[in-house]
């Protein structure tokens, strides 16, 4: 069993940046692949980009690439999200997830197995 809570979110300038972590508990944090995921209002959830379990491969929306950067830190158990250059559509609902699949990173969100509360973004322009 895998318990996330989110961090980071608040309220940027388009063009800002803010930064995102998500805090697991557990022994087992490090056999899990990591997920960002978001759902702005009257929207599905999203996949945002997604972190093997050793940290050494990533994947991005393509929405996001060159903007956000997805890490992790095993020893810490935490994941974080750093997000630049922020855009007024950046604004959602953003969620980490854990996958216990061992393959390709994944980015359907019946695929993940944990998910936290969630933690509210907001761009203005």
């Known amino acids: 069993q895998v318990h996330l809570v989110e961090s980071g979110g608040g309220l940027v300038q388009a063009g800002g940046s803010l930064r995102l972590s998500c805090a697991a508990s557990?022994?087992?944090?490090?056999?899990?692949?990591m997920g960002w995921f978001r759902q702005a209002p009257g929207k599905e959830r999203e996949f945002v980009a997604a972190?093997?379990?050793?940290?050494?491969?990533?994947y991005y929306v393509d929405s996001v690439k060159g903007r956000f950067t997805i890490s992790r830190d095993n020893a810490k158990n935490t994941v974080n999200l750093q997000m630049n250059s922020l855009k007024p559509e950046d604004t959602a609902v953003y969620y980490c997830?854990?996958?216990?699949?061992?393959?390709?990173?994944?980015?359907?969100?019946?695929?993940?197995?944990?998910w936290g509360q969630g933690t509210q973004v907001t761009v203005s322009s």
């Open positions: 557990g022994r087992t944090f490090s056999s899990y692949a």
């Open positions: 972190i093997s379990w050793s940290g050494a491969i990533t």
């Open positions: 997830a854990a996958d216990y699949y061992q393959g390709y990173l994944r980015r359907s969100v019946y695929e993940y197995d944990y």
